[in-house]
């Protein structure tokens, strides 16, 4: 757990770069990076609502029967975090599958959890599973989450070299009606793009932390388990109310590839503001939690904005979604189908 750490990392040590579109096409190549790098498509699947359970998909989401009731599962896994805080580590685990399913419509329900690789007679890996399986109460706790299923496997093995522990959860969930289901895409040109929740001088245990600058030791992210069950409400409720056009929880490569993620399904692009108080960077590619990010239509913003102001949740108006361009703090950093992805991704494969 980094016990010979003898500096702790603080985001003072990493120079903030003055080229942020060359941070961009580097991270591009990194394979964590789904739904945007050579390992996979350029985004997910096409999800028709009124085809769900029709086909396979990535969504998460299925129907079992003639009911038309819809479901979703999601399955979220972790060793490098573990590593570090395992109590801290788990919390954040079950976090980022309440965001996702929330941000579908769905209504998180029950929980499994299943740690592997742990070496049953050494006593750090015992309070490793110890603090996880607090780690993990809490959050389900906090959430209102059932569990259904909690196992712990020693099948660690030194004779195949170490394999680290890792925590694996899956959260299940259902959603009341197709007309409640909400995808993680933008819809057209002009939407507004909002950011839920307060951004922080963060880029712990980030993607650009962690592959770009390859500082491999590091604090957990920004994260407190009591604002996520504030927003996981507020954000329940917005979609409930109609309020947004799309939700996605800021996640793995930051909010650049959070928007990223939601551009590419319909060749759309996006012009955001970055916040002057916050180091660029850690803006755009920090993963601190707490972070949710909405497109919404003009004539529904002032009630959206209205309705977080009211219940004191910090809210930023980003910019917009635009035709195709990605324009950060009036830069332009291509187009999404002439080379933002598709130049990168030619050059990475050589």
């Given at each position: 757990?980094?016990?010979?750490?003898?500096?702790?990392?603080?985001?003072?040590?990493?120079?903030?770069?003055?080229?942020?579109q060359g941070v961009i096409y580097s991270m591009l190549a990194i394979p964590h990076l789904s739904t945007v790098n050579i390992f996979n498509?350029?985004?997910?699947?096409?999800?028709d609502p009124s085809q769900v359970g029709d086909n396979g998909d990535d969504s998460g989401i299925f129907q079992l029967d003639e009911d038309e009731k819809l479901y979703s599962l999601t399955i979220y896994a972790d060793h490098k975090r573990l590593a570090v805080d395992p109590f801290g580590a788990a919390q954040i685990l079950v976090t980022k599958?309440?965001?996702?399913?929330?941000?579908y419509g769905a209504e998180p329900v029950s929980i499994s959890s299943f740690m592997n690789h742990v070496e049953f007679a050494n006593p750090i890996a015992q309070e490793m599973v110890m603090a996880a399986r607090l780690g993990l109460d809490a959050a389900a706790k906090s959430f209102g989450l059932k569990f259904s299923q909690r196992k712990l496997h020693y099948d660690y093995s030194e004779d195949g070299g170490f394999v680290p522990p890792t925590l694996i959860i899956?959260?299940?969930?259902?959603?009341?009606?197709?007309?409640?289901?909400?995808?993680?895409?933008f819809r057209k040109k002009s939407d507004n793009l909002l950011l839920v929740g307060r951004?922080?001088?963060?880029?712990?245990?980030?993607?650009?932390?962690?592959?770009y600058h390859e500082v491999k030791e590091w604090p957990l992210m920004k994260f407190s388990l009591s604002t996520e069950t504030k927003l996981m409400e507020i954000m329940k409720e917005v979609i409930k109310q109609d309020l947004v056009i799309s939700a996605s929880p800021v996640g793995i490569g930051g909010l650049f590839f959070s928007l990223l993620r939601n551009a590419l399904p319909n060749d759309l692009g996006f012009d955001i503001t970055t916040d002057a108080e916050i180091r660029t960077d850690a803006f755009l590619f920090g993963e601190s939690m707490g972070r949710y990010v909405v497109s919404v239509s003009k004539e529904k913003e002032d009630d959206f904005v209205d309705y977080l102001f009211d219940r004191k949740i910090p809210v930023m108006t980003?910019?917009?979604v635009t035709k195709g361009e990605i324009r950060i703090d009036d830069q332009s950093m291509g187009f999404v189908d002439k080379g933002l992805v598709s130049e990168t991704l030619d050059d990475s494969d050589e």
């Open positions: 757990m980094n016990e010979n750490h003898t500096q702790p990392f603080t985001i003072d040590q990493i120079a903030e770069p003055e080229d942020i498509d350029y985004a997910a699947p096409e999800l599958a309440v965001r996702r399913l929330i941000c899956s959260l299940f969930g259902k959603l009341k009606s197709r007309d409640r289901l909400l995808l993680p895409k951004s922080q001088n963060d880029i712990n245990a980030s993607e650009y932390l962690d592959s980003l910019g917009h």
